[in-house]
């Protein structure tokens, strides 16, 4: 039987941390502050954003939602994200996916400022975690590094696998894990026969958005178990991208969804925006 890796337990112990951070930024006069964007109108990022602002809220960083409609063009949200670039006020900008399909969200990424990018998103961030430098991780994969150091799991030398190769979760995970030096496999929809790959991971992180997809059968004995996906079962019951009663019979350590890999994601994006601010302010 698995250990349950408790994402909901660790990042309360980051976000206490990070809220004593705050204080002593308070002390001197630095009040964190988060910009977030959403456009258009999504029930899920209306969950994600929730949650966000919940986490700045008890930490202590200032938080403000800009909701632009559906109908916005390009041009107006990149004044917004150059607006927000350059007032001094805000440390942190975020932009919420997705937004609708005629506006280019990488270009909108490639417009937030590198030191206000919390998220990780611009080509710059990225290339700097490609070549091992530090920068803003995006908030997902860092999380799970973050995660299985919290439970002293050794990633070196570990045969990694990740499956999903979307540019927020898939690609940056395989970066973060092969900067801590595991040997890594990423895997997509056009793999074929996943399990032949799946079955060899000491790591898995699956992060593909289809519920309970990862069987028993798919996974190596004893193997780490990392699910992001958050998914709606049969019941309507949120649910991962792996089916964790049976796999939790062969996994030495799994994440459960909800508790595992969504708080972490939350707890890293503060611990970017306490990050920038300290960094704008040379601290
Ligand atoms: P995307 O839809 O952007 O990417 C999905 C990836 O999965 C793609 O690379 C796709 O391959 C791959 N894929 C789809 N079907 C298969 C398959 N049958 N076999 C192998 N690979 C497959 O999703 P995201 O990365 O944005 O999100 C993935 C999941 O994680 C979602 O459930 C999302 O809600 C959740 N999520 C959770 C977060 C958290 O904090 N816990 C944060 C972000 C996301 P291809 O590229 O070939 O199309």
Redesign the pocket.
């Known amino acids: 039987m698995s250990e349950v890796i408790d994402g909901k337990l660790v990042a309360q112990h980051i976000r206490q941390k990070l809220k004593n951070d705050v204080e002593k930024l308070r002390e001197n006069g630095i009040v964190p502050k988060l910009a977030v964007i959403m456009v258009g109108d999504n029930e899920?990022s209306k969950i994600?954003v929730r949650n966000k602002s919940i986490a700045c809220k008890e930490i202590g960083v200032e938080y403000k939602e800009y909701l632009l409609p559906e109908k916005t063009n390009m041009k107006e949200l990149l004044e917004l994200i150059d607006e927000l670039n350059n007032d001094k006020s805000v440390n942190g900008v975020l932009l919420q996916?997705p937004i609708p399909k005629d506006l280019d969200i990488n270009e909108a990424f490639k417009a937030i400022a590198p030191e206000k990018d919390v998220d990780g998103f611009n080509p710059c961030s990225v290339g700097k975690l490609c070549l091992g430098q530090d920068t803003f991780i995006s908030?997902?994969p860092y999380?799970i590094i973050k995660l299985l150091e919290e439970y002293g799991i050794d990633i070196e030398g570990k045969d990694a696998v990740v499956?999903?190769?979307?540019?927020?979760?898939?690609k940056p995970m395989m970066q973060c894990l092969l900067n801590k030096n595991a040997t890594v496999t990423i895997?997509?929809?056009?793999?074929v026969k996943?399990e032949r790959l799946t079955k060899k991971a000491d790591i898995l992180v699956v992060?593909?958005?289809?519920p309970k997809?990862i069987t028993k059968e798919m996974v190596k004995e004893n193997a780490i178990v990392i699910d992001?996906?958050?998914?709606r079962d049969e019941n309507g019951k949120i649910c991962?991208?792996v089916d964790f009663d049976e796999v939790s019979k062969v996994a030495s350590y799994i994440t459960p969804?909800p508790g595992?890999?969504?708080p972490?994601?939350?707890a890293m994006l503060m611990n970017n925006i306490v990050k920038a601010t300290k960094l704008q302010n040379k601290m």
């Open positions: 899920s994600y996916s908030c997902t999380g499956v999903g190769r979307s540019n927020i979760v898939g895997c997509h929809s056009k793999t996943l992060a593909i958005g289809k997809f992001v996906g958050i998914n991962g991208d969804v595992g890999v969504g972490m994601t939350v």
